[in-house]
């Protein structure tokens, strides 16, 4: 896979909950960390974000466990940006062990342009078009994830 490398680091020991591995809320700062990167990646940096008065806000966030990660376990994040429109941008975080080469868990998100004085969504440049564009076409080859779009559900309901 040819997906933009957007974070690396290590499970560290303030990270680690009572059951002796990472604990949840971590997985979403290494996500936070990731999906700041990508967003400097496609000229949503500070400097646009200054000069143009916005910022961005996720409007809905999913995440998978899919192997635990304990302390001390070198990490990696890939980011694939699955698609956009004039306001919103929707991509896909995966967060692997790095000398296991484990999948450990995944984040999709959906984030918002938004105004920061308006507080109100609105149009990216034609800029960051054009860049989310060149991302995509540069993937384009990538699979689907498997993970996208998932529900959270029992495959039985408990009896009424």
């Known amino acids: 896979m040819n997906l933009l490398r957007t974070w690396e680091g290590t499970v560290l020991p303030q990270w680690i909950d009572r059951n002796r591995h990472l604990n949840v809320g971590y997985y979403m700062v290494v996500f936070d960390e990731a999906t700041t990167r990508f967003f400097d990646l496609c ?7 200054q000069r143009h008065g916005i910022a961005t806000f996720s409007a809905e966030s999913h995440a998978t466990y899919e192997r ?10 890939t980011t694939q940006l699955l698609g956009w ?5 929707h991509y896909f975080h995966r967060l692997f062990h ?5 999948l450990a868990a995944t984040n999709e998100l959906l984030s918002l342009h938004v105004s920061s004085t308006e507080r109100r969504t609105c149009a990216f440049a034609p800029a960051i078009l054009e860049r989310f564009q060149e991302l995509h076409d540069s993937i384009r080859d990538v ?18």
Request: no cysteine.
């Open 68 to 77: 635990e990660l304990l302390e001390g376990a070198p990490l990696y994040i």
């Open 143 to 160: 699979p689907w994830p498997t993970r996208v779009g998932r529900v959270i559900s029992l495959s039985a309901r408990p009896p009424a």
């Open 85 to 89: 429109s004039e306001k919103k941008v």
């Open 98 to 102: 790095a000398e296991e080469g484990y």
């Open 43 to 49: 000229g949503l940096d500070d400097k646009h974000r």
